[in-house]
């Protein structure tokens, strides 16, 4: 095992048990301007390719499904390689992603959503970090078609990594958003809440996009105030993970309550309320006595909760 230089910390990283943490591409950022074009990529008898249709990817149907394919798969469902992106290289080997343009079912594949994906796990865990990066890089390409500066069309530069406007000179790199999700936690008792659109049953850790010029925890401190009209202490990192829907970084964190009456925002939460520790540790099991669950072992917010029963909190 390898030497643990931090004794207080946890021999696995917490954000590796996450759903999408398992990406092992080597990105070789240095090189991308160096590279050969991608269709040159592309035709490497050693390139693999990760496919969407429209939003969904395409795997192999029956059991243990596929998600990397080879470049004859890739053209015989309609792949234009001027729009492919290189995500980079595993142990050698060029991972590219593309859209195809076959429509409807396509025999001997499944169009599945990421989050399905994720939830099924079925895939090995590196080929579901691979499609997070993919999803994110190709929903961006498809939304900065035009400069931001100047609103000239704009091209894809460094093999997918950026894109340039030839017009104004400006140079537009994908963006990654910093969202907070945090438990907070009063010692035996801690707070979740209902989004309208969750399963029946389901509570989990709040959530919500870090603004401008904001740290981290005052992000937190900011989201709890606004959401459950609590004051937050201490605010303590997990983990994170990574959330291509479309591309943000989830950031895992536990926040001592300073106050503890709660006041829902009606807008974004159907319930809120405090849990005990006894009672979140049945909804992890599944044996809550009104079926009461917390969301699946892919999403952070499950292993701040999980870390939270254990005792891996902050007390
Ligand atoms: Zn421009």
Request: glycine share 8%; charged share 25%; net charge negative.
């Amino acid at each position: 095992m390898q030497r643990q230089p931090f004794p207080f910390f946890p021999d696995v990283e917490a954000s590796a048990r996450t759903g999408f943490a398992g990406n092992r591409i080597d990105r070789l950022a240095e090189a991308r301007g160096k590279l050969p074009s991608l269709c040159v990529i592309a035709a490497r008898s050693d390139a693999g390719l990760y496919l969407f249709q429209e939003d969904k990817a395409l795997v192999t149907s029956g059991d243990g499904p596929l998600a990397l394919h080879d470049i004859a798969t890739a053209e015989s469902l309609g792949f234009d390689p001027s729009a492919a992106i290189l995500l980079g290289f595993d142990d050698g080997a060029p991972r590219l992603a593309a859209r195809v343009t076959a429509t409807g079912e396509v025999a001997g594949f499944r169009a599945v959503d990421l989050r399905s994906l994720a939830v099924e796990a079925s895939l090995p865990a590196h080929d579901l970090g691979a499609l997070a990066q993919a999803r994110s890089l190709l929903n961006w390409h498809e939304r900065h078609g035009f400069c931001s500066n100047c609103g000239a069309r704009t091209a894809i530069a460094q093999a997918g990594y950026r894109r340039d406007c030839a017009t104004c000179g400006a140079q537009h790199f994908p963006r990654t958003d910093p969202v907070v999700i945090m438990l907070v936690v009063d010692g035996d008792r801690c707070v979740l809440g209902r989004q309208y659109r969750f399963q029946a049953g389901v509570y989990s850790c709040l959530a919500g996009f870090v603004e401008p010029g904001e740290t981290l925890e005052d992000a937190v401190r900011r989201e709890i105030s606004e959401e459950a009209g609590l004051r937050v202490g201490a605010v303590a990192y997990h983990a994170s993970q990574p959330w291509p829907f479309p591309s943000s970084l989830m950031v895992g964190c536990f926040a001592e309550a300073r106050s503890f009456d709660l006041v829902r925002e009606v807008d974004e939460l159907e319930d809120v309320r405090w849990f005990s520790r006894n009672e979140v540790a049945a909804m992890l099991a599944d044996r809550h006595p009104e079926g009461f669950k917390v969301p699946p072992a892919m999403a952070i917010a499950h292993h701040l909760i999980e870390a939270y029963v254990s005792g891996g909190a902050p007390r």
